[in-house]
């Protein structure tokens, strides 16, 4: 399956109303899971994307927004790696972190296709934000009981570095891509 999507970099000017209806978290979920981790993505989206795409500018932070003609179908934001006490990139090699990857709801339960046509999308982004390095490590946090972000990674070829926890419950994905 493709879906056809307009692909660009948001827009607070002309996509702040379109971000705003983005809807990325199932309303009710099931009894027996809270999704929390939908809600905290869609309301980063919702709240959070533009102040942290401008606060992260000196990290090369980008925020693309993929359109299907009913409004925003996915978002995602990467940035270079600020300091991380987790994590110490290879001498000479840049790493970045997916920050958000968000799905509408309306592309979902379809078996991954569409998010991993997004997730491609980013991983294309990133190397063209990117262009002077030969390897890029590429790393993502996906909370422990979001299932469906960590099959969509491992079908990517990402691995898990470390688990979730109770206390910690976002785990460490990483791939590395060469050129």
């Known amino acids: 399956m493709t879906l056809f999507v307009i692909w660009k970099i948001a827009n607070k000017k002309q996509d702040a109303s379109g971000l705003a209806a983005f809807k990325c978290a199932i309303k009710r979920p099931p009894r027996d899971r809270a999704f929390s981790w939908e809600r905290e993505v869609e309301k980063y989206f919702h709240k959070e994307a533009w102040a942290d795409t401008n606060a992260s500018s000196h990290l090369g932070q980008r925020f693309r927004i993929a359109d299907d003609g009913e409004g925003i179908a996915a978002a995602y934001t990467h940035a270079r790696m600020a300091d991380q006490p987790d994590f110490t990139p290879p001498a000479g090699e840049q790493t970045r972190l997916l920050v958000m990857l968000g799905i509408a709801v309306r592309h979902r339960g379809q078996g991954g296709k569409f998010a991993d046509e997004v997730l491609l999308d980013a991983l294309y982004d990133i190397l063209d934000s990117e262009p002077d390095s ?3 490590n590429v790393l993502a946090k996906v909370h ?10 491992t079908r990517a070829g990402f691995q898990q570095n470390t688990t979730g926890t109770t206390t910690k419950p976002l785990g460490w994905w990483s791939l590395t891509l060469e050129r």
């Open 134 to 136: 030969a390897k890029i």
């Open 144 to 153: 422990m009981h979001n299932v469906p972000s960590q099959k969509m990674l």
